[in-house]
């Protein structure tokens, strides 16, 4: 989606990698640099994407594994057409969290297959860069037992040992380009998410500053 218009980015990782606090350090980032920057989520705030929280969060059924990522896809298209699109074509810069490869690897994790995943996948823009902070399971696990007891939250559907463990596989092999999809996701980098919040906000901002050529 690079275009002289705006600039388009993407936060990926598994539950507990710090996706929600380097999304706001890189806008405080980015608005030092000159940049109008909007942070937003996926699930979006809107009214599909209401519906996929109430149901990550156990407040409603889940529908079937294809079905529940059929929702993914029509939140994301209202997403980038209601929010996304009008703040890049004005010239600003997007930072999201979570984007069409969450869609995937969830999917793949939930027994969705990588043909019916990328048939409703493949035809949305990328962004710029897509950053994946890579966390192991245990550490994932660790943080959000944390974030449980700190904010007396409650775990949501898909943060099980098991579960994470296939996020895991499948989040690595995006990154390694699937042997029946390869080359697919140039665009996607991968940062260690395991060290402290500055080390990682560090390689994040190297990177962004490598793709916009931002001078220090």
């Avoid at 929600?20 to 909007?38: P, T």
């Avoid at 710029?128 to 007396?152: G, K, P, T, Y």
């Avoid at 699937?178 to 906000?201: I, N, T, W, Y």
Wanted: proline share 4%; charged share 25%; aromatic share 8%.
């Amino acid at each position: 989606m690079a275009t002289d218009q705006g600039v388009f980015i993407v936060i990926e990782g598994m539950d507990g990698a710090g996706k929600d606090i380097q999304a706001e350090l890189l806008r405080d980032y980015l608005v030092g640099c000159g940049f109008d920057v909007l942070v937003t989520n996926e699930p979006s705030d809107g009214r599909v994407g209401k519906i996929i929280r109430k149901i990550l969060s156990k407040e409603l059924p889940k529908p079937g594994a294809l079905e529940f990522q059929r929702m993914m896809v029509r939140d994301r298209k209202l997403h980038l057409a209601q929010v996304i699109k009008p703040h890049f074509y004005a010239g600003g810069a997007v930072i999201c969290v979570r984007y069409i490869y969450s869609t995937i690897v969830y999917g793949l994790a939930d027994g969705v297959s990588l043909e019916a995943l990328w048939g409703l996948n493949q035809d949305f823009p990328r962004p710029d860069l897509a950053i994946f902070l890579d966390l192991d399971v245990e550490a994932s696990l660790q943080r959000i037992n944390l974030r449980c007891d700190v904010m007396d939250d409650k775990k949501e559907l898909f943060e099980t040992k098991d579960f994470l463990s296939r996020v895991s596989k499948y989040f690595n092999d995006l990154g390694l380009a699937p042997k029946c999809l390869p080359g697919l996701f140039p665009e996607l980098m991968s940062v260690d998410a395991s060290g402290e919040v500055s080390d990682v906000e560090a390689e994040i901002q190297d990177m962004v500053a490598g793709m916009l050529h931002i001078e220090e």
